[in-house]
């Protein structure tokens, strides 16, 4: 292994006292407690575990979390009543709906029902148009996780050539986004990209992001790239027993990498200190109080 690797899961401990601090502040000075709303439809188990630990961090943090867990065969008219309720209550400063939605629920209308100011995922399409017009906005919790390691790790990210693979609206197109910002020259590729292996080697920053497991190969990396790898997927082992695994081959990409994320612990930890982040900066715009310094990018 000569490549550093990005600890995550240290990283988002971190990040994670800088907002129990700052809610600690909020409390003191101004008698308030971030809220964050979590709606999670149905019973998927992968997605509990998911919505479970965010109740967890939130509340360690010193923050209100309000659940709401409603059976898969919920409407979608009640889904966006609920909504409508979150966005009313001023105890609430984020709302977080929990993707993805069962296929009788539109997502698009459940993500513009959110109060563009309490999208704590920063999916609401007038957040989007922020991000992609340089205006101040809730930047999407994933793509944000992997610019502060950037930042950290990817040494001056002005001129860098990164590659983004993937174009989900959750993470490809706002991390292309973040990355224009910060004067790279961006490009991103997906499952029609003729010759991805040639156009991965000769990216300076590879933002994998493709949901295959152990996809992007060492051998396809320029030496020295910085790697973050945001797949999170669980693979069989044959025995019974699973694996998370990401989007890139550690075992050989560690060797050729200057730095890179491991799965587990690296962009998925990240991602939830980031949308605890997010929700202590919503609160604190939402009650035009000062914005705290090193919780947003
Ligand atoms: N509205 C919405 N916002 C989301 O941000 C959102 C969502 N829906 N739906 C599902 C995905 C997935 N997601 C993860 C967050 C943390 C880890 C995470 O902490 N992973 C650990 C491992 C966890 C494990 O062992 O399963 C790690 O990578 O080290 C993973 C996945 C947020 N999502
Ligand atoms: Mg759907």
């Given at each position: 292994?000569?490549?550093?690797?990005?600890?995550?899961?240290a990283?988002?401990?971190?990040?994670r006292?800088?907002?129990?601090?700052?809610?600690?502040?909020?409390?003191?000075?101004?008698?308030?407690?971030?809220?964050?709303?979590?709606?999670?439809?149905?019973?998927?188990?992968?997605?509990?575990?998911?919505?479970?630990?965010?109740?967890?961090?939130?509340?360690?943090?010193?923050?209100?979390?309000?659940?709401?867990t409603?059976p898969?065969?919920?409407?979608?008219?009640?889904?966006?009543?609920?909504?409508?309720e979150?966005?009313?209550d001023?105890?609430?400063?984020?709302?977080?709906?929990?993707?993805?939605?069962?296929?009788?629920i539109?997502?698009?209308?459940?993500?513009?029902?959110?109060?563009?100011?309490k999208?704590?995922d920063?999916?609401?399409?007038v957040?989007?148009?922020?991000?992609?017009?340089?205006q101040?906005?809730?930047?999407?919790?994933?793509?944000?996780?992997c610019?502060?390691?950037?930042?950290?790790?990817?040494?001056?990210?002005?001129?860098?050539?990164?590659?983004v693979?993937?174009?989900s609206?959750?993470?490809?197109?706002p991390?292309?986004?973040?990355?224009?910002?910060?004067?790279?020259?961006?490009?991103?590729?997906?499952?029609?990209?003729v010759d991805?292996?040639?156009?991965?080697?000769?990216?300076?920053?590879?933002?994998?992001?493709?949901?295959?497991?152990?996809?992007?190969?060492?051998?396809?990396?320029?030496t020295?790239a910085?790697?973050?790898?945001?797949?999170?997927?669980?693979?069989?082992?044959?025995d019974?027993?699973?694996?998370?695994?990401?989007?890139?081959?550690?075992d050989?990409?560690?060797?050729?990498?200057?730095?890179?994320?491991?799965v587990?612990?690296?962009?998925?930890?990240?991602?939830?200190?980031?949308?605890?982040?997010?929700?202590?900066?919503?609160c604190?715009?939402?009650?035009?109080?000062?914005?705290?310094?090193?919780?947003?990018?």
């Open positions: 292994m000569t490549a550093q690797l990005i600890d995550g899961k990283f988002a401990a971190t990040l006292e800088k907002v129990a601090d700052h809610v600690a502040h909020l409390k003191r000075t101004h008698g308030v407690t971030p809220g964050l709303a979590v709606v999670l439809v149905g019973d998927d188990p992968a997605s509990q575990v998911y919505v479970r630990s965010k109740q967890t961090q939130t509340l360690v943090a010193g923050m209100h979390s309000y659940e709401y409603l898969s065969e919920t409407s979608e008219t009640d889904l966006l009543g609920l909504i409508r979150l966005n009313a001023p105890d609430v400063h984020g709302i977080l709906v929990q993707l993805p939605l069962s296929d009788h539109d997502e698009a209308s459940v993500i513009e029902s959110i109060d563009p100011a999208d704590v920063g999916f609401h399409p957040n989007v148009g922020r991000l992609a017009t340089g101040t906005t809730l930047v999407p919790c994933t793509p944000m996780g610019l502060m390691m950037l930042r950290e790790y990817g040494g001056r990210l002005t001129g860098q050539h990164a590659v693979i993937g174009r609206n959750i993470v490809g197109k991390m292309a986004q973040l990355l224009l910002r910060e004067n790279c020259t961006v490009t991103v590729a997906h499952s029609k990209t991805l292996a040639s156009l991965v080697n000769r990216a300076d920053i590879v933002v994998a992001t493709v949901g295959r497991p152990h996809f992007v190969q060492g051998e396809w990396l320029k020295g910085t790697v973050i790898d945001v797949g999170i997927n669980r693979i069989d082992q044959g019974d027993t699973t694996r998370l695994v990401g989007d890139v081959d550690f050989t990409a560690k060797d050729i990498a200057c730095a890179i994320t491991p587990p612990g690296g962009v998925g930890p990240m991602t939830i200190a980031c949308l605890l982040a997010n929700t202590v900066t919503a604190c715009r939402q009650l035009t109080l000062p914005e705290p310094v090193g919780l947003t990018v």
